[in-house]
């Protein structure tokens, strides 16, 4: 990639700012942690860890997995489009979607 290519993708983040497009989806049950991490954005990685035990799957599942899919089927007109893709080591899918049954009973 040469540094005019760079130029024009800088300049296409730039300009996806200023429409508003750069916002990302809201942490739905932690609202406090939009104004830290700036909301589940495409392209960025952030890495969770702690102690074995301390809930960092379920954090996981309910900030990024299942609070963004919420979020989408509660605002049905958002601008962007969304593909969730979870990959787990530790749980199968349906031991995951067991527990989202559960977190919402």
Known sequence: MNLKDINEKFNEQVARGEAGLNTGIPFKR??????????IQQGRLDTIFAETGSGKSAFVNAAYVFGGIEYYLDNPGYRHNIEVIHYSLELKGETQLAKYISSRV
């Open 30 to 39: 932690f609202s406090t942690l939009s104004d830290y991490v700036c909301n």
